[in-house]
């Protein structure tokens, strides 16, 4: 079985920054793309950002630039640094990853139970 948490939500004004981290446990044999999704109440999820083994990145259109997510594939974790954060940045942070475990020859997606960020105005 494969277990994602994150960490790092909190608190923060508007403008300011939090990091968020995710660690993916298991019986891991691999990890393809890994990221972020959120969601508001009353919202459905949406994608913030992901990145692939190789470092290949994709972004939301909000982000704007104010966010860079991160990997260290020996340590199985992904990062987000979110920057100049807006009130409408608040919600609950999950992390994805789509891993190959040992008992498998296929990838799986799996989800962290996820972290709320509160941005205050």
């Known amino acids: 079985q494969v277990q994602l948490v994150e960490s790092g939500g909190g608190l923060v004004q508007a403008g300011g920054s939090l990091r968020l981290s995710c660690a993916a446990s298991?019986?891991?044999?691999?990890?393809?793309?890994m990221g972020w999704y959120r969601q508001s109440p009353g919202k459905q999820r949406e994608f913030v950002a992901s990145i692939r083994q190789g470092g290949t990145t994709d972004y939301a259109d909000f982000v704007e630039g104010r966010f860079t997510i991160s990997r260290d594939n020996a340590k199985n974790m992904v990062y987000l640094e979110m920057n100049r954060l807006k009130f409408e940045d608040t919600a609950v942070y999950y992390c994805k990853a789509n891993v190959r475990d040992y008992t498998s020859d296929y990838y799986y997606d799996y989800w962290g139970q996820g972290t709320q960020v509160t941005v205050s105005s």
């Open positions: 298991g019986r891991i044999f691999n990890v393809h793309v």
